[in-house]
Nanobody, 121 residues
Framework: QVQLVESGGGSVQAGGSLRLSCAAS????????MGWYRQTPGKERELVAT???????NYADSVKGRFTISRDNAKKTVYLQMNSLKPDDTAVYYC???????????????WGQGTQVTVSS
């Protein structure tokens, strides 16, 4: 089954750190831009950070200087290192891949299942 599997969410106090991971399953051969988005109840999903195949990164202003996105192309995995976490960072975090080549053909705009991050004050 072609899927993106996230891990690393949890609860932390303000000022703490978490590291999220998102791994592509077997059957995924090529991956384009990877990213992290987040969503809170009643709000639209928002961009956190993206990283292109060549390593070019883009961050939301609210996380610049605190979060770092990286990828391991050999492992087909994207990471989000989150430092100096704030209560406003509390959300469900979703992994996204804009395009991928898979055993069942090309796929666009694929999402992980989401992982909860809770930051307490």
């Amino acid at each position: 089954q072609v899927q993106l599997v996230e891990s690393g969410g949890g609860s932390v106090q303000a000022g703490g750190s978490l590291r999220l991971s998102c791994a592509a399953s077997h059957g995924i051969f090529t991956i384009g831009t990877m990213g992290w988005y987040r969503q809170t109840p009643g709000k639209e999903r928002e961009l956190v950070a993206t990283i292109a195949v060549d390593g070019f990164t883009n961050y939301a202003d609210s996380v610049k200087g605190r979060f770092t996105i990286s990828r391991d192309n050999a492992k087909k995995t994207v990471y989000l290192q989150m430092n100096s976490l704030k209560p406003d960072d509390t959300a469900v975090y979703y992994c996204n891949v804009d395009r991928m080549g898979t055993s069942i053909g090309p796929l666009l705009d694929q999402w992980g299942q989401g992982t909860q991050v809770t930051v307490s004050s």
